[in-house]
């Protein structure tokens, strides 16, 4: 019976150890990551990804660029990105260290402008959730980034590490 509760206690460390691996990586936006909820605006309803009708990810390189895509609409989108460091003290969102300002390709912005133009069914936010041809996400302590759009809608998309 002894053994048998140590080994129980040494699965149950190990498992443990095991949840920590993310928060033991660096903390980069360097990698591909997927959208793993959406909360909400007003209800504050979280959907999981499971639940959700599509899928997005985003890749960051090393270079300053980037990809985006979403089964909601078929379409990849690049473009560059800069990376700043939060302020210490930001009280609008307390656990990103690093904010990620995102420039979609002016080509791929203005073909977008251009379909919504000319079909009804289109909304700007399912392939830029943001303003213009521009994006802000949060890198985020807990190893994860969060896109609130800047439209002023409320929803919040966050994303993990594929």
């Not at 300053?64 to 473009?79: A, I």
Request: proline share 2%; charged share 25%; aromatic share 10%.
């Amino acid at each position: 019976m002894k053994n048998l509760l140590l080994l129980a206690f040494a699965v149950l460390i190990l498992a443990a150890c095991q949840n920590d691996d993310n928060l033991n990586m660096p903390l980069t936006e360097i990698g591909d990551w997927k959208l793993e909820q959406v909360t909400q605006p007003g209800s504050g309803e979280v959907i999981s990804a499971a639940d959700l009708n599509f899928s997005q990810t985003y890749t960051f390189k090393t270079d300053g660029t980037f990809s985006k895509f979403s089964t909601e609409t078929g379409v990849n989108l690049s473009g560059t990105y800069e990376a700043e460091d939060a302020e210490p003290d930001d009280r609008f969102e307390p656990l990103t260290v690093k904010w990620l300002t995102l420039t979609f390709d002016i080509d791929q912005y203005e073909a977008i402008l251009v379909m919504e133009d000319s079909m009804s069914t289109t909304d700007v936010d399912k392939y830029i959730f943001g303003s213009d041809n521009m994006e802000v996400i949060a890198l985020r302590v807990d190893h994860t980034l969060m896109n609130i759009g800047q439209r002023f809608h409320g929803k919040a998309m966050l994303y993990t590490r594929k």
